[in-house]
């Protein structure tokens, strides 16, 4: 017995696997837990559309009675979207959500988890989790980089969220051995800014030279997974300092309010949109369409 079992992949998926063409993951914590709707529903269409036009096939997870869907129907993304009674599911709470045939939106953690089960290589998400501000007393650490120490999946995002400790976050992902590469930078970016300040060790030219990493790591037989860090576009990055000032706020708003646990992030992104008046949410869809093109891209190259 095994998590096969709970797969239920959508039709042209399956077709895609089973024909060695590029197929790209996509969480559905960005949907129900990132953006508010209809947006959430126009981005999730559109950001499918972007994988479709790099000629790869896209395959948002979420777990929907019982079953791990690869491959959302329209119908699927509507309950997604809507967010009623959908809970944030990482891998602690998984078999809980599958037993009891509850709706849960996979985070970074689980989306690697089923697109491994389903024999993905490539996902595509806004921003990973990491090393919360103080985390070094309270602990709080996202179960996101356990899983990219341990599972072989490579994953496309704009950084680490900026609400976090990214210089922390960075050094817990070089402790679980996973390598962290920058698309055309040599530094790793911070969700809505380009720049965090923090050097990477290398920078791919492209996307080419990234799917090559890929490949040999996957010859070799490494285990675990590979963070890509791909900068958001020029057009719509944030100004650091700027930012920062603005999630200082939230931080704070989050702590009156006495926000723990896996609640603190949907909050901070939420309170960050009403700081800025919602171009937090205009750069947070563009830097996701972008990764989302990223990984298309190396999907096909691979």
Do not use: W
């Not at 790869?56 to 929907?64: F, G, R, S």
């Not at 990477?200 to 010859?219: G, H, P, Q, V």
Request: aromatic letters at 4%.
């Amino acid at each position: 017995m095994s998590i096969e079992k709970y797969l239920d992949i959508k039709a042209e998926v399956k077709q895609a696997l089973a024909e060695g063409k590029p197929v790209v993951a996509l969480e559905s914590t960005i949907l129900s837990h990132g953006m508010p709707y209809p947006q959430n529903l126009e981005f999730a269409a559109k950001v499918e559309d972007v994988i479709r036009a790099e000629g790869a096939v896209p395959a948002t997870i979420a777990l929907i009675g019982g079953k791990i869907k690869v491959g959302l129907e329209k119908e699927d993304l509507e309950i997604m979207c809507r967010a009623e009674n959908v809970g944030k599911v990482s891998r602690r709470d998984f078999a809980i959500y599958i037993a009891e045939k509850k709706t849960g939106a996979t985070t970074v953690a689980s989306t690697m988890m089923c697109a491994a089960a389903a024999g993905i290589k490539i996902f595509a998400t806004g921003g990973i989790g990491g090393v919360h501000r103080g985390g070094e007393d309270s602990m709080d650490i996202s179960a996101d980089l356990q899983e990219l120490g341990h599972t072989p999946v490579a994953v496309v995002c704009a950084g680490a969220k900026q609400i976090l400790d990214i210089g922390r976050t960075l050094e817990y992902l070089e402790t679980m051995g996973v390598p962290v590469i920058g698309n055309g930078t040599d530094e790793f970016p911070a969700f809505y800014c380009r720049n965090s300040g923090y050097k990477l060790d290398y920078a791919a030219r492209d996307e080419a030279e990234i799917a090559r990493i890929i490949r040999t790591s996957n010859e070799l037989g490494l285990k675990g997974g590979m963070l890509i860090g791909n900068p958001c576009p020029v057009e719509y990055a944030q100004d650091f300092n700027e930012m920062e000032k603005v999630i200082q706020v939230a931080l704070k708003d989050a702590e009156e309010a006495g926000v723990r646990g896996k609640a603190i992030t949907p909050f901070l992104l939420a309170k960050i949109v009403e700081l800025t008046g919602g171009e937090s949410l205009a750069t947070n869809i563009q830097l996701a369409l972008n990764n989302a093109r990223c990984a298309a891209k190396i999907a096909a190259k691979l």
